[in-house]
């Protein structure tokens, strides 16, 4: 079994910053791909950013300048430095990782989500 477990969400002001955390376990042989994606009431998830295994980055247009995505060096805890908050990155936020097991399976995990919310 993988587990994502989220944490770092919160109330916070337009403006303001917070930092997500993602940390994986469980039978993991390697992670690769790691990422964030949003989902706000009554619209679809949408990718917020992705980090590969070897720390190449992207970003959607909506948060480039202002997230930043990044890993640890062991590769199993992914981080969301949110900045400049607006109102619109109001949503639940989740972690998302391409996973091989220790029986050479590959997973896409999701975690249960973090709810983000920024006020005006």
């Known amino acids: 079994q993988v587990q994502l477990v989220e944490s770092g969400g919160g109330l916070v002001q337009a403006g303001g910053s917070l930092r997500l955390s993602c940390a994986a376990s469980?039978?993991?042989?390697?992670?690769?791909?790691m990422g964030w994606y949003r989902q706000a009431p009554g619209k679809q998830r949408e990718l917020v950013a992705t980090?590969?295994?070897?720390?190449?980055?992207t970003y959607a247009d909506m948060v480039k300048g202002r997230f930043t995505i990044s890993r640890d060096n062991a590769k199993t805890t992914v981080y969301l430095q949110m900045n400049s908050l607006k109102p619109e990155d109001t949503a639940v936020y989740y972690c998302?990782?391409?996973?091989?097991?220790?029986?050479?399976?590959?997973?896409?995990?999701w975690g249960q989500g973090t709810l983000v919310t920024v006020s005006s």
């Open positions: 980090i590969t295994r070897g720390g190449i980055t």
């Open positions: 998302n990782a391409f996973i091989t097991t220790f029986t050479r399976r590959n997973l896409e995990n």
């Open positions: 469980g039978s993991i042989f390697s992670i690769n791909n």
